[in-house]
């Protein structure tokens, strides 16, 4: 290894590490290995209000609906066994195959959070302790998805799993070491045909990934946006740059990377903004770096503007739906979006200052 690489390999210093206030483990949380592997990662995290339940029911936490009883919420960490129901695997369009949930909950604070109108009950983060039991049964899934594998479009990404669609597994890693068992898993296990795990985050904690024989099988994707709108709305994450950083030190380390632009907003001066942030990750990446992109612009739906506005009452997040177009869901959803004529400005802008200021990066969405 050349002296700069292993300059460019070196992580950052973490600038973020979540302590949850209380942690509640089951019962049956409590008796598989990951479980206890979570255990141990959370008592030598310093971690003091940890209960161990009798049982396999959490207790009520949703409180008096009130900021304290959110905040309570966002501070609180549960170690369960999800049911059976919860582990069969559902496609994930446009991302993935397969959703592979590691967790359910994020202890970031983004004003927009897509969790809002997600998931329900109060915001607790759900650690899942039946990690090495659900990475047995993914072999069944190997070939049988339509969103990547036997497409001609991204074929070529095997059977792909998508592991943050309801968490950000890198704020939990240092506190449960599942991401880094599931990248394992993926570069060693004997797998029937071409797989990939992917994984998107807004934090930089990824010196405990970079020595994994990770087989590039796992795709590690950071979420980045304008500097206005990570300052604005993206609380309790780690800044641009540190994920910037981080993002180059897996390159370095020979995953295949990627950029979740999202969620893209136009805001006052957004060319030049976006622009900047396409020049910083430009002038990071090693030479040779596997990249996709994948950009999703801002939208929402009744349901989870009525949670973040209850989540959030002070923000100044853009949720006016005489200001959008209203796209409904075969099942009758409806979401707000961004009017056509904005919706072709911002996606005509990126595919062209991608074009030129990440020439070597695959566009693999636009929503």
């Known amino acids: 290894m050349t002296t700069a690489l292993a300059a460019a390999v070196r992580a950052p210093v973490p600038t973020r590490l979540w302590t949850p206030s209380r942690v509640l483990v089951t019962r049956s949380a409590a008796e598989r290995p990951h479980g206890r592997r979570v255990l141990q990662r959370l008592e030598a995290a310093g971690v003091s209000d940890i209960e161990l339940l009798p049982g396999d029911r959490l207790p009520n936490l949703r409180g008096d609906g009130d900021r304290a009883a959110f905040m309570a919420a966002k501070q609180t960490l549960a170690v369960v066994v999800p049911p059976p129901s919860k582990r069969r695997l559902q496609p994930i369009p446009p991302s993935a195959d397969w959703r592979f949930d590691l967790a359910e909950g994020c202890p970031a604070h983004c004003q927009y959070c897509y969790l809002a109108g997600s998931l329900a009950g109060p915001p607790i983060t759900r650690v899942f302790a039946d990690l090495d039991e659900q990475l047995t049964a993914l072999d069944g899934y ?102 910037i950083a981080a993002l180059a030190a897996v390159a370095a380390a020979g995953y295949p990377i990627g950029l979740t632009i999202a969620p893209i907003m136009p805001v006052e001066g957004w060319r030049e903004e976006y622009g900047q942030l396409l020049d910083d990750v430009a002038a990071v990446l090693p030479a040779g770096t596997d990249l996709t992109v994948e950009c999703i612009t801002h939208r929402f739906t009744p349901g989870s503007k009525a949670t973040l506005t209850d989540w959030y009452p002070r923000t100044r997040l853009e949720m006016d739906e005489d200001a959008r177009t209203t796209k409904r869901g075969r099942y009758g959803s409806v979401k707000h979006v961004y009017p056509l004529e904005t919706m072709a400005e911002l996606r005509s802008w990126f595919e062209g200052a991608l074009a030129d200021r990440l020439p070597t990066g695959r566009l693999l969405y636009w929503t």
């Open 142 to 243: 190997v070939g049988h998805g339509a969103v990547t594998s036997g497409t001609a479009a991204r074929g070529a990404e095997g059977t792909t799993f998508e592991a943050s669609c309801y968490t950000d597994p890198l704020a939990l890693e240092h506190l449960t070491g599942g991401l880094a068992t599931a990248i394992e898993h993926f570069g060693t296990h004997d797998w029937a045909g071409p797989v990939q795990l992917r994984a998107t985050t807004k934090f930089d904690d990824v010196a405990g990934l970079l020595d994994l024989p990770h087989g590039g099988r796992t795709r590690l994707r950071f979420s980045l946006n304008a500097g206005p709108v990570a300052r604005r709305f993206e609380g309790a994450t780690s800044p641009v740059s540190g994920r």
